[in-house]
T-cell receptor
Framework: QKEVEQNSGPLSVPEGAIASLNCTYS??????FFWYRQYSGKSPELIMS????GDKEDGRFTAQLNKASQYVSLLIRDSQPSDSATYLC???????????FGAGTRLFVKA | DAGVIQSPRHEVTEMGQEVTLRCKPI?????LFWYRQTMMRGLELLIY????????DSGMPEDRFSAKMPNASFSTLKIQPSEPRDSAVYFC????????????FGPGTRLTVL
């Protein structure tokens, strides 16, 4: 069973701090990785995708991928209370369609 | 674009009843997914359609679940008979094509089976 593992949290950080969310995956052939944000009672929405080793930055968000360690992370700089949500890590195997989601990490940003 | 549309948004039914959930994908998207989300099991893929054809239904829990996509703009997920353990939020998602990888989720249907 191919899996994506995340710490369920909750992760609590003060406003303005850096929030660090981590994820590991078991399928070595996975090539595409995603971070979705899900507010309580809402549907998941894609915030970052990453395909190559290294860092990818988009505004306050930075995704990091290390395929050798099968590790994906998401950094949120200058965290805001509006960032409080559950963050789902997901992977997609090459040539496939099946996106495997982690259970999600709940993030609370305290004002 | 209106995004992915699902109906109903909430459904409360009694055990043994038939439940039908509906989804309209984003126009032009030819991949459609049905997911179920619970606290215990997280987000699970139930079935995937590409160009209206079911490609993989290995996530469908059992024969009580069935899904159809009669045309590019409509899909249904049916549970018959429903059981309390089917209570969950059911999401429909669509994707522009098999080569794309960004899924757009609908608002979900919260199903409660009493």
């Amino acid at each position: 069973q191919k899996e994506v593992e995340q710490n369920s949290g909750p992760l609590s950080v003060p406003e303005g701090a850096i929030a660090s969310l981590n994820c590991t995956y078991s399928d070595r052939v996975s090539q595409s990785f995603f971070w979705y944000r899900q507010y309580s009672g809402k549907s998941p929405e894609l915030i970052m995708s990453i395909y190559s080793n290294g860092d990818k930055e988009d505004g306050r968000f930075t995704a990091q991928l290390n395929k050798a360690s099968q590790y994906v992370s998401l950094l949120i700089r200058d965290s805001q209370p509006s960032d409080s949500a559950t963050y789902l890590c997901a992977s997609l195997s090459p040539g496939g369609f099946k996106t495997i989601f982690g259970a999600g990490t709940r993030l609370f940003v305290k004002a | 674009d209106a995004g992915v549309i699902q109906s109903p948004r909430h459904e409360v039914t009694e055990m043994g009843q038939e439940v039908t959930l509906r989804c309209k994908p984003i126009s032009g998207h030819n991949s459609l997914f049905w997911y179920r989300q619970t606290m215990m099991r997280g987000l699970e893929l139930l079935i995937y359609f590409n160009n209206n054809v079911p490609i993989d239904d290995s996530g469908m829990p059992e024969d009580r679940f069935s899904a159809k996509m009669p045309n590019a703009s409509f899909s249904t997920l049916k549970i018959q008979p429903s059981e309390p353990r089917d209570s969950a939020v059911y999401f429909c998602a669509s994707m522009p094509g098999a080569e794309a990888d960004t899924q757009y989720f609908g608002p979900g249907t919260r199903l409660t089976v009493l």
